[in-house]
């Protein structure tokens, strides 16, 4: 009767002797270890050196056929320890906090080049899917949206829009069109001067940097040409 054979006939009892060789022989093997750390630890090092490709190369192959088992085995394990994990993260929040945005950015700088190739991928594959999760996400947050940006970038209320809009008539302060107004601040006061068309704000003041010389000498220019051209 060969080994293999013996052994899945007698599958009990070589369980129960191998179970009862290791508690008797538990501090024997315990002092084995301890003398030999260093040699062993030395020996497991150059033998994962030595074959790193190939474990590599296991491991990618175990958790492709191990995918749904080990999905399962994480869920299983992040739910029975949620509170537990919660209460160390909170524990050493603080104390993490600077690792962790370093650790972050280190990452993100290293791997610059495969994110942004991932995330162009990513955008590709799901581009109507963003596209209907940012239309979606506007509609739901329109309201606190146009506050927060008007209260950020030029600290006014949606209220304090409405009352400049009314009193100019929804009129464009410079030409005078009624359209949609952007709020026109100067970048240096942050004064709001009033409401204006896109043109306007952008094309008119924006591209003359709010240089009142610049634009005194434009008008004089169109003025002079147009002198000119009545008199010529």
Do not use: F
Not at 31 to 41: D, F, L, Q, S, T
Not at 109 to 118: L, V
Not at 122 to 137: L, N, P, V, W
Not at 199 to 214: F, K, S
């Amino acid at each position: 009767m060969s080994s293999k054979v013996y052994r899945a006939s007698h599958k009990e009892e070589c369980k129960a002797s191998g179970k009862a060789y290791y508690e008797a022989h538990k501090e024997e093997r315990k002092a084995y270890y301890e003398a030999h750390k260093e040699e062993r630890k030395a020996s497991d090092k150059a033998y994962y050196e030595a074959h790193k490709e190939e474990r590599k190369a296991y491991k990618k192959a175990y958790r492709e056929s191990h995918k749904e088992e080990r999905k399962a085995s994480g869920k299983a394990y992040y739910e029975a320890h949620k509170e537990e994990r919660k209460a160390y993260y909170e524990a050493h929040k603080e104390e993490r906090k600077e690792e962790r945005k370093a650790s972050g950015k280190a990452y993100r700088e290293s791997h610059r080049e495969e994110r942004k190739a991932s995330g162009k991928v990513y955008r590709d594959a799901h581009k109507e899917e963003a596209k209907a999760y940012s239309k979606a996400h506007y509609e739901a947050h329109k309201a606190s949206g146009r506050r927060n940006h008007l209260k950020r970038k030029y600290n006014l209320t949606p209220e304090e829009y409405d009352t400049l809009w009314l009193n100019q008539d929804g009129q464009c302060k410079i030409c005078g069109r009624e359209c949609k107004l952007d709020v026109d601040h100067d970048h240096k006061t942050n004064y709001t001067r009033g409401l204006l068309c896109h043109h306007c704000n952008t094309n008119v003041l924006g591209h003359a940097h709010d240089d009142i010389e610049l634009l005194v000498k434009g008008a004089n220019y169109l003025l002079k040409a147009g002198w000119e051209y009545a008199t010529r």
